[in-house]
């Protein structure tokens, strides 16, 4: 029986002491608790100054403190700001990637295009006609080469990035 009061009033009781005083609201550093053993070898804790002089004064220091509405709130705006950069952060790197794709495939097409342009001498091309169907024709030297220089500023613009 002695072993089980020693437990409680060593163990129990003083985190009991803290934890109200936290349920309560009031900083635990705030609050003094005093340790003290009777007449009867039993240890006994109290807010309260006990009336003998052999008492041993503890002094809590607590990290927690309970936040006001107003840091409450600005903690929330925060969280939802991070979120929104996250967000915006994600939507960012997809755009990237599909655009790294868009400039790969442009690349390739622009190399294609500019060996085609220098390798053959006749390219036709369709075209829609003044009576709607489609025809081919051959590019003139100007035209072959206006789509040349064309061409290689896609090439620059593609390939380079």
Known sequence: M???KLFFTTVILPGMLV??????GVNAKEIAIY???DKNNI?????NLPKNDDYKEFSTISSYKA???VE??????QDTATKEIEDQEKKIDEIMAKN???????CKAAQLNIKMLNSLDEIHINEERDNGTIGSRPLTMAEKSEKLVLSKKHEGLYCNN
């Not at 934890?19 to 309560?24: D, E």
């Open 43 to 47: 240890v006994h804790f109290s807010q």
């Open 2 to 4: 002695r072993i089980k």
């Open 19 to 24: 934890t109200s005083s936290i349920v309560n």
């Open 35 to 37: 340790r003290w053993v």
């Open 72 to 77: 409450r709130k600005m903690i929330a705006e």
């Open 67 to 69: 936040l006001s509405n």
């Open 100 to 106: 790294k794709a868009t400039y790969k495939k442009n």
